[in-house]
C-alpha cells in the first residue's frame, strides 16, 4: 500500500505531537517531517515533498499561508490543510484566495480530520462544515445566487447533494452509477453555473438553498418546469 506522506507544522509541541500520534497509526499514512514555524516549515516540505503538509495558520516567522505561497511560487505539488481554532470570516477568506485545499477547526473530531487529509490527498478540496457556511458572506447577494441554482439541471443537483454530505466523487460515482470522470465533468459544470472557484462555495450555497434536505428527483424538475 502506497502511504500519503505528511508533514506537520504547528508551533504548539504538544499538539504537534498528539496529532502525529494519531496519524502514525493509521496504515495508509505516514508523518515524514514536523515544524515549529513558518521558515521550518518550508525548509522541511522542500526537502520531504511530502504529499500533504498540515498546518496551522500562526506561527512564528512565516503564517501558514505565507508558508503555502512561498512553496507555490516554488513549484511545491504538496496539498495544503490549515487546523486551526480560528473561523474568523477574514481568515476563511485568506485561506480560500491562498488555494488551501483544505481547512479544519482544531475543534472538530478525529474522523473530520482524517477525512480531510485523506480529501486533500485524493486531489479534491476540503472545508470543514462548520464554517463552510461562512464563506457566504464573501459572496454576491443571495437572490442572484437562488436564480443561478435554478440553472442546475436534475443531475447536477443530484451531484451537489450527494457532495454536499461529505462524499468524494469516487463514491458519488458508485451511488448515481456515474463514472468518476462525469462527476468531476459535472461538478466543473456546477462551479461554472454557480459562478464560484470552491466546491466548498457550491457546498455552502447548497445548505443555504435547501438543497441538502432530500435527494432531487426528476419529479421535482417537472414541476420546476
Known sequence: MKKITVVLADDH???RESIRKILDMEDDI??????RDGLEAIDVVKKTAPHVVMLDIRMP????IEVVTTLRKEGCKSAFVVITALDAENQITRVSRAGIEGYVLKSSGLAELLYALRTVASGERYVDPLIASKLLKSFSPHAEFKSKIETLTIKEKEVLYWVSHGLSSREVGRRMILS???VQNHMCQILK???VQEKSQAIALAWKWG???HPPTEDEEAVSN
Open 13 to 15: 509541541s504538544l499538539f
Open 180 to 182: 468518476n470522470k462525469t
Open 211 to 213: 438543497l441538502t434536505e
Open 30 to 35: 505516514e508523518v515524514v517531517g514536523e515544524a
Open 193 to 195: 453555473k454557480l459562478d
Open 61 to 64: 516567522r512565516a503564517d501558514g
